[in-house]
T-cell receptor, first 118, second 117 residues
């Protein structure tokens, strides 16, 4: 158990709908990262938050957004869903965010949310 | 930009066989390198890491050495077990053009390992 929790575990929805995925980081971790794992794209970084602020953006679509709340949990919002958005969405957390080679940046992954868009 | 290339899978071995999964990278400066493992139905777990050239990461019988001269971080295990069946991901810690380390990880495409009794 990594200490990172994600809900829900599975989500089935229809095209055009909107969903929210939730992540609670490990106790004490300030950074949260979102990744998408799909068969065709592999594992891709979407976005990172550190202590409530956006820190880095990857291949995240404009239809997707995220935020990190004062209690440090994070939510990933996916809207106008398409069939191609079906994937595993992972959240990871770490203590820090940048500038160090130490375990400060070591990321711990949650179990993922499997999204199926029908 | 930064990228990671892993050997194509899947890899199928018999128990107690020797395992090598190749990983090469392209990055500015000296990234930190990682191997993650994903067991069926689970999230990613950090298997081992190396933060500078010639470092050897090791865990659970797996080893990988950070080779700057060949930009490689190959994963090896001397004797695999059925319980090692999983997907293995090589990854690097993103560096910007100035060499500053950021937390986001760039992953290889993953290698599926199946070990038969």
């Amino acid at each position: 158990d990594s200490g990172v929790t994600q809900t829900p575990k599975h989500l089935i929805t229809a095209t055009g709908q909107r969903v929210t995925l939730r992540c609670s980081p490990r106790s004490g971790d300030l950074s949260v990262y979102w990744y998408q794992q799909s068969l065709d794209q592999g594992l891709q970084f979407l976005i990172q938050y550190y202590n409530g602020e956006e820190r880095a953006k990857g291949n995240i679509l404009e239809r997707f957004s995220a935020q990190q709340f004062p209690d440090l949990h994070s939510e990933l919002n996916l809207s106008s869903l398409e069939l191609g958005d079906s994937a595993l969405y992972f959240c990871a957390s770490s203590v820090g965010t940048s500038g160090s080679r130490s375990s400060y940046n070591e990321q711990f992954f949650g179990p993922g949310t499997r999204l199926t868009v029908l | 930009g930064n990228s990671v290339t892993q050997m194509e899978g899947p890899v199928t071995l018999s128990e107690e066989a020797f395992l090598t999964i190749n990983c090469t990278y392209t990055a500015t400066g000296y990234p930190s390198l990682f191997w993650y493992v994903q067991y069926p139905g689970e999230g990613l777990q950090l298997l081992l890491k190396a933060t500078k050239a010639d470092d050897k990461g090791s865990n659970k019988g797996f080893e990988a050495t950070y080779r700057k001269e060949t930009t490689s971080f190959h994963l090896e295990k001397g004797s695999v077990q059925v319980s090692d069946s999983a997907v293995y991901f090589c990854a690097l810690n993103y560096l910007n053009a100035g060499g500053t380390s950021y937390g986001k990880l760039t992953f290889g495409q993953g290698t599926i390992l199946t070990v038969h009794p």
